[in-house]
């Protein structure tokens, strides 16, 4: 898998590194070569038809669903002016600070049969138990719902873009050629922003895969609770990772569909240099409906979630915030803060290897390294518990030989493990954000600064660090709001009585403790605002450019 | 075939173009030249149906088709408009875009026509090839040809080779009056270029500020500009300033010289006139001597700038030599002005 062209210390250095990153995921598919036939038995008679279909439909669906609400979204942003625009602009982003399992809580507590929904309706018409329909939240339709939700800002974002950079000159020419609106739209604005819809759809569609919390508490068997019941129903740890390969298998398909879309969206943008057409004036009730319309996505992903929360949160904040609480805060922030220092050194050091290096071998193994986001958190974490456990074990055998002693499960017990799962599925985060900032830092910059015969340590303190830092920094947030917001992977590697506030969440809500969960919860989305306004100031800034 | 009638164009309060008549004969190739920010680019877009007039009519083939608050829609104007950046679909591949405008025509004559097209640019073999895989001149004959596949009443072009290589443009600007012409098409380029300009054009007009200052030849407006502005724009030369004498003659540092055009001025009135580099000839018998100040050699003419060295002037003039006529800068020479077009400005 490594290829070392030349032996220099970068191709050494960051091929360890790699190869402790990429250990997890071959294991993974290595433990094919060991078939379980048993336990396969028993989960082809039972459970496995659930676990793909429910899995793919549940992908499928979200994946539909975030192009129907996204799309049509960022269609309206883009090309008209309407009363708040610029408002929901950054606002729709916000429901991505909502993680799913949360989500999927707040509207539980809010449908269900002792809800104030259903209680007002049943009060309102004298209603009883089991005399009228109610659509069920706790099933799969009601996971799509949840998932979509709060995914569909991927497609929006991408979808804004292209819808906005259409030149105007490609409209202009499409009515000299004597196309009709309709027309225009089908024959040209979509098919030029599918590979960014697409895309948009494909990562929404690999979340809903790797998705363990709603599914979990919303009692739906997919391939990652299916993982966990493998692993801690049957103690089955190989046929757990063999369901995580198949699991992989459909990921890669998604990642294939990405890989395709990225490449297009590079040749569709290629040489546009027009600005895009002036955004359509929309006045009055027509105004104000598109508003209406853009707000209700907002409103459902985010608003009315954190409402609740917040109501929930000011009944029980009293008996909550206690000395339990202030570690659970302490742990997650420690753990979060600990996980974004270590990925973000590892693309700094990963972004100055590939820009020293032109060797082909140490940019594709850097790549093919980043691809960890794609991989659902229950994937990775089972990897990396089964090869941590057996190099404990080696360990102990090694160091009770040698010096008669055994430190215990210094790597698979300890926080390493959580710090290395985590490094595999946020490295691209925070690649993307070093490789952007790389960009600006241009090698003639640095040979002109080396033409004035500063040393390279000059160079670095007074061109790279004040070039890289804006990116260094938002790499290191959203390295931190997403370990903040990790929830499978944490639940199976979180060392014995180590709690964070996702684990605690989860907990108190599975076990129907819906208003405890409150707390924890708020603070999740609250500390996972701040990279989406973060983010949405940046790109205000660069498209104001 | 087009013609503007007294169009102004405006945005938001702010008018851009005003007092525009213009007038463009079948088959004749024509070109709105300016610097950046003249308005002639408006003009264009009005033309094609993207932007409404404030005020006068557009007519196509002796048809209104823009007056104030009333516009036909782009769609039924039957013109074709090649832009700047192409606007290529970056989705559809060579014979796709091409055949873009070609929905009436059945699908042989479609493919018929695309093949027509682009043996007329030399871009066989290409049909299948997509946008983002072909140079920046053969995107730009792409776009040209798409446009003129539905063979349009009017062609309109952008700034069609500003996208390229310098050393490309004028010899794609002949290529393309070539094509136009073996097509018959009337078109209107925009353009900031005089050379491009000159190598298209049959007719040209040079905007100013917003207002069409001159519409006609490149030699008429070359050799007789109607204003400064326009003997600014065009060409190199400068302005020399003179006075009115009696008999209706002119002084000057350059001697005195009899005012030919119908216009009249008062006697002692300070005027300017214009000097080409071609009105200056060397002649080392002259009386009337100039001192070198700037050079650049440009193969087969040099460039000179000269200071008159009569006591009263401290004018300049430009001059292009024959190569051979090599002088050092500060050094002295006789030079003899032969003027064809005496061109006079009240100052």
Known sequence: MTKFSRCNPWSLGVGLICLVLIAPIVLIFASLALPQYEVWQHLAETVLADYVTNSLLLAFGVGVLVVLIGGPLAWAVARYEFVGRSHIQWLALLPLAMPAYIIAYCYTGLLDFAGPVQSALRASFGWKYGEYYFP?????????????????????????????????????????????TSQFIFKLVLPIARPAILMGAALAMMEAFADYGTVQYFGISTFTTGVFRTWFGLGNGIAAAQLAAMLTTFVMLLLILEFYSRRKIKYYSQGQKRGPRPRTQLRGARGILVAGLCLLPIILGFMIPVGQLLYWSIHTYSAQLDAAFVSLVWNSFYLAAITALVVVSLAVLFAYAKRLNTSRGIHAVINTVSLGYALPGTVIAI????????????????????????????????????????????????????????????????????????????????IHIPLLKTSIFSACLLVFVDVLKELPATLILRPFNFNTLAVRTFELASDERLMEAAIPALAIVLVGIVPVVFLSRMTDKQNSR | MLRLTDVAIGYDSQTVVDNLDLHLEAGQIGCLLGASGCGKTSILRAIAGFQEVTCGQISLRSNVVSEPNTMLAAQKRNIGVVFQDYALFPHMTVAQNIAFGLHRLSKD????????????????????????????????????????????????????????????????????????????????????????????????????????????????????????????????????????????????????FNQTNQRTYSVGQSVSFLIRPDDIILDPSSAIRAKVIDKAFRGSHIWYRLQLLSPDTQQQVICLAPSHHNYAIHESLGIRLDLKHLIVFAD
């Open chain 2, 109 to 256: 004559e479609r493919q018929q026509r695309v093949r027509e097209l682009l043996n007329l640019v030399g871009l066989n073999g290409l049909e299948e090839r997509y946008p983002h895989g072909l140079s920046g001149g053969q995107q730009q004959r792409v776009a040209l040809v798409r446009a003129m596949a539905p063979k349009p009443d009017l062609l309109l072009l952008d700034e069609p080779f500003s996208s390229l290589d310098s050393e490309l443009r004028e010899a794609l600007a002949i290529e393309l009056r070539s094509i136009l012409k073996h097509e018959n098409t009337t078109a209107l380029l925009v353009t900031h270029d005089q050379y491009e300009a000159f190598a298209m054009a049959d007719v040209i007009g040079v905007m100013h500020q917003g207002k069409l200052m001159q519409w006609a030849d490149a030699y008429t407006l070359y050799h007789q500009p109607n204003s400064k502005a326009v003997a600014n724009f065009i060409g190199e030369g400068v302005l020399l300033s003179g006075k009115v004498a009696e008999h209706k003659q002119i002084d000057c540092a350059l001697g005195t």
């Open chain 1, 383 to 462: 990897g990396a518990m089964l090869i941590l456990t057996q190099l404990d074990i080696y360990l102990n055998d090694l160091t009770e030989a040698w010096f008669n002693f055994t430190p215990g499960l210094v790597l698979s017990g300890t926080l390493f493990a959580l710090v290395l799962v985590y490094s595999i599925r946020f490295l691209a985060v925070a690649m993307h954000n070093l490789d952007t900032g790389m960009a600006r830092v241009k090698p003639s910059l640095d040979e002109a600064a080396k033409s004035f015969g500063v040393s390279a340590w000059h160079i670095i303190r007074t």
């Open chain 1, 136 to 180: 069920e939240i706790r099933s799969l339709s009601g996971a799509v719902l949840m998932l979509s939700l709060v995914l569909y800002p991927y497609v929006y974002m991408l979808a804004k873009t292209a819808f906005s950079e259409l030149p105007s000159s490609m409209e202009e020419t499409a009515k000299s050629l004597g196309c009709s």
